[in-house]
């Protein structure tokens, strides 16, 4: 059983729509991440979290937010998508050993 | 900040030669955690290999890897290529200090192609 889970798995929004990712965990991880990837610069960290209620900027969090409301749950927001957020979204969980557990995907196209 | 810089873009290998992709980094912490991750087609990416201590090599599923402090390194390496090798492979960094947060900071990424 997927212990990350992501939905949706393929989304479509219009540019300047809100845009809610969600992500799911069963590893009973503190942290959760969420990357995108894109050809040519690889995963990229955008927030994570070190647990319930908490949340931090990772290396390209501008135009993104995110949110975090219980251990299981971590949530990545685009307020106002834009066409330049078109990309591949991953979720992972960790712990303290560094080994992260990515979640299958979410493919994001802005029009 | 960190960095990570691996073998660019694409290398296609015939089966049966060896694998070896290039990672190197940059960082002010002294001990750092160097990692390769994997990502086949249609799956998820996962950790293939983390680093141990200095100058020791650490093996996994027939691939393997040593970190040497002295040159800033942490290549990839296999003696023989199988097609089921191809995939997207990630070299990553964590400084060690942010254990709590187990952030990593990723390559590039490498896609390695094995064709009969």
């Known amino acids: 059983e997927a212990a990350v889970t992501q939905s949706p798995r393929n989304k479509v929004a219009v540019t300047g729509g809100k845009v809610t990712l969600s992500c799911n965990q069963t590893?009973?991880?503190?942290?959760m991440y969420w990357y995108r990837q894109d050809t040519g610069h690889g995963l990229r960290l955008i927030h994570y979290?070190?647990?319930?209620?908490?949340?931090e900027k990772g290396d390209i969090p501008d135009g993104y937010k995110a949110s975090r409301p219980s251990q299981e749950n971590f949530s990545l927001i685009l307020e106002l998508a834009t066409p330049s957020q078109t990309s591949v979204y991953f979720c992972?969980?960790?712990?303290?050993?560094?080994?992260?557990?990515f979640g299958p995907g979410t493919r994001l196209t802005v029009l | 900040g960190d960095s990570v810089t691996q073998t660019e873009g694409l290398v296609t290998l015939t089966e049966g030669l060896p694998v070896m992709l290039n990672c190197t980094y940059q960082?002010?912490?002294?001990?750092?955690?160097l990692f390769w991750y994997v990502h086949y087609l249609n799956e998820s990416p996962r950790l293939l290999l983390k680093?141990?201590?200095?100058?020791k090599r650490t093996e996994h599923q027939g691939f393997h890897a040593t970190l040497h402090k002295s040159s800033s390194s942490f290549h990839l390496q296999k003696s023989s290529a199988q097609l089921s090798d191809s995939a997207l492979y990630y070299c990553?960094?964590?400084?060690?200090?942010?254990?709590?947060?187990?952030?990593?900071?990723f390559g590039h990424g490498t896609i390695l192609r094995v064709h009969p």
């Open positions: 590893n009973n991880h503190n942290n």
């Open positions: 979290s070190y647990g319930a209620g908490s949340t």
């Open positions: 990553a960094l964590s400084d060690g200090i942010g254990a709590n947060t187990g952030k990593l900071t």
């Open positions: 992972a969980s960790g712990t303290w050993g560094y080994e992260q557990y």
């Open positions: 960082t002010i912490y002294s001990n750092p955690f």
């Open positions: 680093s141990s201590t200095d100058n």
